[in-house]
């Protein structure tokens, strides 16, 4: 179906050129970025792989490996949208996309760009599904027929004259993938579908693809930061890494050596298990030994970071350290009641993951925090400072706040002038900002623009603009949004080594993993209220959609982490 | 589609471009009087119908365009009683302290005696743009310019989908806009400011470029501007004679709105606009390889909407060029306005959609839930 023939990807010049691939493409460390003196970066190159028809194949790989290089490859976005030179040939089912345009390949391959909001044409759910079959000139009957078979196959009937702009993330991706559907192609390629959704959205999502590899026999391509979501779904894998493309690779032979992994991979890769299970099923079946011997050891303690003395679960108990405090606070956002009476306190040292589905009112809550939405009823208070009413100068020396898009707060040409204007904006000495970021990543180029970082710096830019200014509380809306496990990772120890010098982190999330390995505590939101607040291991492990792999595979046992199963193994060996 | 006689039509939604036809039939009707009470029964027709023919949860902008509408009725007053009008009265209200200006400014005045039959010749000045931009607000509550943009003929399309992209754009660089602003606020600043509006300005514009690459990549990926089986001649030709067909409906428009122009401007000009701008689609159109989905039809419904909206714009203006009485009351010395009982009616015909038109499928199931 789709055939890579030494298939490699080079921009001449640097960075400018690179940036029109799209989001995170190239950009980041690997591909030979940051080289000056030759004209030439290649993102990748002797790709060799043939994808067979009713496949689906997950391409995986660190931020800025590619990924959305080689996908844009498969429809011919990349070289004929973007610029720079292919090599090699790429043929979809016969077609050489050398010669052929990616409209002209519009029939047979569907291409889902990453945000689904930014490629909606129209504004309804009906008009933007026929719109693809509009520009290819189905007639107008069997356009009418496969609209409403679109609809149905992909659960949209109920919303099918609603405004795309209404509806939730789910929907959304759901309307995007239906909308190239519908023009009939036999091939669909996915860029990060899940990445912006909640788990049971994301959930949604994924089961409609399988539902079309098995149902349809469509060819499925799929590029995935969260492993965990899909990796069970996958016939093959692609590993694209360092400008090497590994061919079709089995999903448990390809993450034996894969640099990114999910913690079900880690598990079994720790506890030595061959072959490595995918699903929570086959590991289950594997760990029945290993949850009967761990049984008898005592119950792992909770994240290390928290400090004894805020071991009480009680906001009371917490009154006098709170930094963060919020009482009965209800936001209204036009009509829609965004949080309802919700009462929260943060203590110093704490790691609060607020979680629950999207539009529940997380972000809302975190806007609330650093004053940015007033409230309608309670009050928010920071210390003894009503952030909402106070100068923003003043909220920020007591909370800072990392945007969930983190370009949001980067308005400078380079990191270098970003650090600078940091500082004059917090009134802090020269280099403050600077030794921060320093300490958080050590090798971004201080020449590189903001944008053209990779998602993972570019967080860590924004933390460090952020915490310059060392804000009692730091807030972070999904942070970990595109970053790849070891972003991940090293964000965890940083998040790690602000609780503990008495910093409180307050972030929500929808990364289940992120929120078992950082947080000392849970908050669940529905529907602007509280419905759950505890431990990570008291609130976690008891919801279907929230509890991490590993808790599910050491169920009824209260493990949330691979590393304290390994902790609690190497203790019991 | 043809409802029978005495049976109200099936819900559906009408065709756009009938409720523009009977909004602009509406408008051209209010432009050609200055009677109040005329002017006052536009209004209510406008708002009558869209009460009984809104959708459910389409956008109002009746009320903004009403309020437009007061504030220009407003504005026109203050002007003219600050700086006088055409109108010289005999009943002086009162006296503003005057401005004395030198002799060349001769007409021009500041200040001084306000008259009430100015007064009253400035609020129905005020209340013919009311009147107008009420029937502009009321077609936009019933059927928004988005739905008739896909009626944009075939030779325009890519313009239409220009327009299309850049209204769904506009409302996500304001979204965009607030949250940069709001995001000043985390670096410590009131994001308020002339300075402030600078820093926002690049954010905002690139985030909205990136989206638009995204965009474009998507619509290429879906086939956009795929099949051109027209020789470029031929598009030039149809998209050349649309243009100009255009360009003779707008200035045939004016030039029959207008009473000063010459009378070769308005209906002849019209006439040869229309017949152009329909070569145009019929040329353009032929070798059209896109398909367009669920087209509303073109029915009685159709027919009776929009002739209902012709029949005033017809009668009023041909009372104006007849100069019937009662259509520009006398404003000196003031009285009350006269109620020409046939113009009167032929604005009640436009009123005939509010009982006669299919109600819309989201309103109609909410009525009977309510019934």
Redesign the interface.
């Known amino acids: 179906m789709i055939s890579f023939d030494a298939v490699g990807v080079s921009y001449a010049d640097t960075s400018d050129d690179r940036d029109?691939s799209?989001?995170g493409a190239p950009g980041g460390s690997a591909g030979g970025a940051g080289t000056t003196e030759t004209t030439d970066t290649t993102v990748f190159s002797g790709a060799t792989f043939r994808v067979p028809e009713g496949e689906l194949v997950l391409v995986v790989g660190p931020t800025g490996s590619g990924k959305s290089t080689l996908l844009?490859c498969i429809?011919g976005?990349v070289p004929?949208?973007s610029g720079g030179t292919l090599h090699g040939t790429v043929t979809v089912a016969g077609r050489d996309t050398r010669t052929h345009?990616?409209?002209?390949?519009?029939?047979l391959?569907?291409?889902v760009?990453?945000?689904p909001?930014?490629?909606?044409?129209?504004?309804t759910v009906?008009?933007e599904i026929?719109?693809?079959?509009?520009?290819?000139?189905?007639?107008?009957t069997s356009?009418?027929r496969r609209?409403e078979e679109t609809l149905d196959l992909l659960g949209l009937a109920d919303v099918r004259g609603r405004p795309l702009?209404d509806l939730s993330g789910g929907q959304q991706q759901r309307v995007a993938i239906g909308?190239?559907l519908a023009?009939g192609p036999r091939i669909l390629v996915l860029d990060e579908p899940t990445s912006a959704l909640d788990p049971v959205a994301a959930e949604d999502v994924l089961a409609t693809l399988h539902r079309l590899v098995h149902d349809l026999g469509i060819t499925v391509v799929v590029a995935e930061h969260r492993l965990e979501r899909v990796i069970h779904h996958a016939d093959h894998v692609v590993l694209i890494g360092d400008g090497r493309v590994s061919g079709l690779l089995d999903p448990a032979d390809a993450m034996v050596t894969s640099p990114i992994y999910p913690p079900i991979i880690g598990l079994g890769r720790a506890l030595r298990w061959s072959p490595l299970p995918l699903s929570i099923r086959d590991a289950r079946r594997r760990a029945s030994e290993v949850r009967e011997s761990l049984a008898l050891l005592p119950a792992p303690s909770p994240t290390p970071a928290r400090p004894a003395a805020l071991d009480g679960e009680l906001p009371e108990g917490l009154d006098g350290a709170a930094v963060a405090r919020v009482d009965g606070l209800s936001v209204r956002r036009g009509s829609v009641v965004a949080l309802r009476s919700v009462s929260v306190a943060v203590a110093p040292g704490e790691v609060v993951a607020v979680m629950g589905r999207n539009g529940a009112g997380k972000s809302t809550l975190l806007?609330a925090l650093?004053?940015?939405l007033r409230p309608s009823a309670g009050t928010v208070r920071l210390g003894p400072l009503d952030p909402s009413g106070a100068?923003?100068?003043e909220?920020?020396r007591r909370a800072?706040?990392v945007?969930q898009?983190p370009?949001?707060?980067?308005?400078a040409e380079s990191v270098a002038g970003e650090c600078t204007a940091?500082d004059r904006?917090?009134g802090l000495p020269r280099g403050t900002t600077a030794g921060v970021l320093r300490r958080i990543v050590p090798d971004v180029d201080a020449e590189q623009h903001p944008?053209d970082l990779s998602e993972g710096q570019r967080v860590s830019l924004a933390l460090a603009?952020?915490l310059a200014?060392e804000p009692d509380v730091v807030l972070l809306d999904e942070p970990t949004r595109g970053l790849d496990y070891a972003a991940k990772r090293r964000l965890v120890a940083l998040l790690q080594q602000l609780a503990a010098t008495g910093h409180a982190v307050v972030l929500a999330t929808h990364d289940v993993e992120l929120a078992a390995e950082v947080a000392t505590r849970v908050v669940v939101l529905a529907e602007g209220e509280v419905v759950a607040d505890g431990s990570a291991a008291s609130v976690l492990p008891g919801s279907p959609a929230f509890a991490p792999q590993v808790s599910k595979i050491l169920h009824p046992l209260h493990f949330l982490t691979v590393d304290q199963v390994v902790a609690a193994t190497g203790a019991a060996s | 589609m043809t409802p029978r006689l005495g049976s109200t039509p099936l819900p559906r939604l009408l065709h756009p471009a009938a409720w523009w036809a009977w909004g602009v039939g509406l408008a051209v009707a209010a432009s050609q009087t200055t009677n109040p009470l005329l002017l006052a029964l536009v209004v209510a027709v406008a708002a009558w119908v869209v009460l009984e023919r809104r959708e459910v949860g389409a956008t109002n902008p009746l009320v903004p365009f009403l309020l437009v509408g007061l504030f220009a009725i407003g504005l026109r007053v203050v002007m003219v009683g600050l700086l006088g009008g055409g109108v010289t009265g005999r009943v002086v209200l009162f006296r503003l302290p005057e401005v004395p200006l030198p002799a060349w400014t001769s007409g021009v005045r500041i200040g001084g005696a306000v008259t009430l039959e100015g007064l009253l010749a400035a609020l129905y000045e005020g209340l013919r743009l009311a009147a107008i931009l009420a029937c502009l607000g009321a077609v936009n509550a019933l059927a928004s310019p988005?739905r008739l943009l896909?009626y944009v003929p075939a030779t325009l399309y890519e313009v239409g989908?220009a327009v299309?992209?850049a209204?769904?754009f506009a409302?996500?660089m304001v979204d965009d806009a607030a949250?940069?602003r709001?995001?000043?606020?985390?670096?410590?600043?009131?994001g308020r400011g002339l300075r402030e509006i600078g820093?926002l300005a690049?954010?905002v514009l690139?985030?909205g470029l990136?989206?638009s690459?995204?965009?474009?990549?998507?619509?290429?990926?879906?086939?956009?501007?795929?099949?051109v089986r027209r020789s470029a001649a031929s598009t030039r030709f149809a998209a050349g004679l649309t243009l100009v067909g255009l360009l003779g409906v707008v200035v045939g428009l004016y030039g029959l709105l207008d009473a000063t122009s010459p009378a070769v401007l308005g209906l002849p000009m019209l006439v040869v606009g229309v017949l152009c701008a329909g070569a145009a689609l019929v040329v353009g159109a032929r070798r059209d390889?896109?398909?367009?989905?669920?087209?509303d039809p073109w029915a009685g419904p159709e027919w009776l909407v929009s002739l209902s909206g012709l029949v005033p714009a017809v009668v009023l203006t041909a009372g104006a060029v007849l100069s019937w009485p009662g259509l520009v009351p006398h404003q000196v010395p003031a009285g009350l306005p006269p109620v020409p009982l046939g113009m009167v009616a032929a604005i009640a015909v436009a009123a005939l959609p509010a009982v006669a038109a299919p109600v819309p499928p989201l309103l109609a199931r909410s009525r009977e839930a309510a019934a």
């Open positions: 029109a799209g989001h844009r429809n976005l004929h949208f345009r990616p409209r002209d390949l519009a029939d391959v569907g291409f760009v990453q945000d909001l930014s490629s909606f044409v129209t504004d009906e008009e026929a719109y693809g079959m509009e520009a290819l000139g189905v007639d107008a356009m009418r609209v702009r909308a190239v023009a806007s650093v004053g940015q100068r923003p100068a909220v920020v800072g706040m945007p898009d370009s949001l707060i980067l308005y940091a904006d917090f944008r603009v952020i200014s | 988005r896909r989908t299309v992209v209204l769904t409302p996500q949250r940069v709001a995001a000043r606020r985390l670096r410590g600043h009131t820093r690049v954010p690139v985030g990136e989206r690459l995204d965009l474009a990549a998507s619509m290429e990926a879906r086939g956009y501007g795929r099949v390889p896109r398909t367009r989905y669920r087209r």
